[in-house]
């Protein structure tokens, strides 16, 4: 019924920047939960961004000051800017919504940083 749909993903050099956008097919103001998530070979799927609350947010100390997570009520869409990527930030990203108690995911998107 609900649907998310990620864009962004590619290949980059290590240094350069990539910015990634989920876009619901409902107004996000229903979601009470949004964040971008990622698995990195090897590891578990971990949370990469997330708002706390309607406006505060949250970051693993991997990505801090590199990422940034915003939102675009209007465009019902999320967004990750990232910028000075690393190999190590290489994986699927995923967006992750909660819709009341409903857990939404979308696809995943590949990001790779060449080294």
């Known amino acids: 019924q609900v649907e998310l749909v990620e864009s962004g993903g590619g290949v980059v050099q290590a240094g350069g920047s990539l910015r990634l956008s989920c876009t619901a097919s409902i107004n996000i103001l229903t979601m009470s939960y949004m964040a971008w998530y990622r698995q990195t070979p090897g590891n578990q799927r971990e949370l990469v961004a997330g708002f706390i609350g309607d406006i505060r947010r949250e970051y693993t100390d991997a990505v801090k000051g590199r990422f940034t997570i915003s939102r675009d009520n209007a465009k019902k869409t999320m967004y990750l800017q990232m910028s000075s990527l690393k190999p190590e930030d290489t994986g699927v990203y995923y967006c992750?919504?909660?819709?009341?108690?409903?857990?939404?995911w979308g696809q995943g998107t590949q990001v790779t940083v060449s080294s």
């Open positions: 992750k919504m909660m819709r009341g108690r409903a857990e939404l």
